[in-house]
T-cell receptor, first 117, second 113 residues
């Protein structure tokens, strides 16, 4: 009963390095999301996906890319990390079936803590 | 954009009811009120949602005023494990396929022994 799993849990990067964060869900959800959370702040949506092979920009997409090649996986990439991308990253997923209401019940992973030096 | 106003912090004695208020005076007729919480260092967790009727589940109760401009989340018997940031969110779909959640700063609830 894993739910939403994020890897890695922690990472330290140097400015300019690249990395990929992996999110996997086992609930057969159509929708997946990537958020970032800075200290003392709420979550902000980076990118999201409404199905396999589709992605879209959220509130703060600059500096990030995403891919959804398989329904259960949603990848977040940083091509050239910057100190401003130091944050905690959360992945979430939700249903699309059962009416639109179900889409707003999102299930979150435990987060990835990223530091960019 | 966040359309809700919550107090930044509250505290509650263990075993007592915790009542967390939320103002959403500009809520539209088809917008639902959602509550999530985030325990320190964890991802947010869905608690409950409602449109205009009061709702109750195994975690909490949600009381929405008749004019729907405010609501209260009630944890009937707070425990130390309920210490968390609680987010009140209003949201609906404008005919699109995506439900968006806008997380503000929420209310930090501290339950003390």
């Amino acid at each position: 009963n894993a739910g939403v799993t994020q890897t890695p849990k922690f990472r330290v990067l140097k400015t300019g390095q690249s990395m990929t964060l992996l999110c996997a869900q086992d609930m057969n959800h159509e929708y997946m999301y990537w958020y970032r959370q800075d200290p003392g702040m709420g979550l902000r949506l980076i990118h999201y996906s409404v199905g396999e092979g589709t992605t879209a920009k959220g509130e703060v997409p600059d500096g990030y890319n995403v891919s959804r090649l398989k329904k259960q996986n949603f990848l977040l990439g940083l091509e050239s990390a910057a100190p401003s991308q130091t944050s905690v990253y959360f992945c979430a997923s939700s249903y699309s079936a059962g009416g639109w209401l179900a889409k707003n019940i999102q299930y979150f992973g435990a987060g990835t803590r990223l530091s960019v030096l | 954009d966040a359309k809700t106003t919550q107090p930044p912090s509250m505290d509650c004695a263990e075993g007592r009811a915790a009542n967390l208020p939320c103002n959403h005076s500009t809520i539209s007729g088809n917008e639902y009120v959602y509550w999530y919480r985030q325990i320190h260092s964890q991802g947010p967790q869905y608690i409950i949602h409602g449109l205009k009727n009061n709702e109750t589940n195994e975690m909490a109760s949600l009381i929405i005023t008749e004019d729907r401009k405010s609501s209260t989340l009630i944890l009937p018997h707070a425990t130390l494990r309920d210490t968390a940031v609680y987010y009140c969110i209003v949201s609906y779909d404008r005919g699109s396929t995506l439900g968006r959640l806008y997380f503000g700063r929420g209310t930090q609830l501290t339950v003390w022994p």
